[in-house]
T-cell receptor, first 108, second 118 residues
Framework: DAKTTQPPSMDCAEGRAANLPCNHS???????VYWYRQIHSQGPQYIIH???NNETNEMASLIITEDRKSSTLILPHATLRDTAVYYC?????????FGKGTLLTVNP | GAVVSQHPSWVICKSGTSVKIECRSL??????MFWYRQFPKQSLMLMAT?????????EQGVEKDKFLINHASLTLSTLTVTSAHPEDSSFYIC??????????????FGPGTRLTVT
């Protein structure tokens, strides 16, 4: 699976959009980009995933660049409950390798 | 939908005893389940891949005789930590795979089990 790079931490004001970047410059054509988040002492929560096209669901939007070398997870209106570690993972099968992720802190 | 449960949510056991953790997919069938371990302030580390009806595949460095995995049905996998020692104290998390389309997978995680070995 391709290695992903994320900033270790980010801050966001409550009610504003949170844009979390992820670099996956060595991603191969059959690898999906997955986003999960983990709130302290809980199991990871699936957010969204995509292959080439941008994706949107009730939780977030995923924007993948045309060359697929990077992506951005967008939480449109961040709340305090969105404070968590966000993981970006590239995988061609169902096996996920977790890196260190980005600690997103939503501030009131 | 796509809910995964784990039982127990926490357990304390004495050194040398065995502990069994159950992982269930509640509203879908999962041909593949995974077991992870997470130490404080670290990321999740994959321990093993569990397929229904076959032997589990363990990651390098994980002792298969110490961490016994049984995947008896499409909705249940169990992890037994045998002869537990204090260094096995950790947060154990399972996940179950849902294949929505061919080769398009989503993986759903349980809430985790906090194991403390005294």
């Amino acid at each position: 699976d391709a290695k992903t790079t994320q900033p270790p931490s980010m801050d966001c004001a409550e009610g504003r959009a949170a844009n979390l970047p992820c670099n996956h410059s060595t991603i191969s054509g059959n690898e999906y980009v997955y986003w999960y988040r983990q709130i302290h002492s809980q199991g990871p929560q699936y957010i969204i995933h995509g292959l080439k096209n941008n994706e949107t669901n009730e939780m977030a939007s995923l924007i993948i660049t045309e060359d697929r070398k990077s992506s951005t997870l967008i939480l449109p209106h961040a709340t305090l409950r969105d404070t968590a570690v966000y993981y970006c993972i590239a995988s061609s099968n169902y096996k996920l390798t977790f890196g260190k992720g980005t600690l997103l802190t939503v501030n009131p | 939908g796509a809910v995964v449960s784990q039982h127990p949510s926490w357990v304390i056991c004495k050194s040398g005893t065995s502990v069994k953790i159950e992982c269930r997919s509640l509203d879908f069938q999962a041909t593949t389940m995974f077991w992870y371990r997470q130490f404080p302030k670290q990321s999740l580390m994959l321990m093993a891949t569990s397929n229904e009806g076959s032997k589990a595949t363990y990651e390098q460095g994980v002792e298969k005789d110490k961490f016994l995995i049984n995947h008896a049905s499409l909705t249940l996998s169990t992890l037994t930590v045998t002869s537990a020692h204090p260094e096995d104290s950790s947060f154990y998390i399972c996940s179950a795979t849902l294949e929505r389309l061919a080769r398009d997978y989503e993986q759903y995680f349980g809430p985790g089990t906090r194991l403390t070995v005294t």
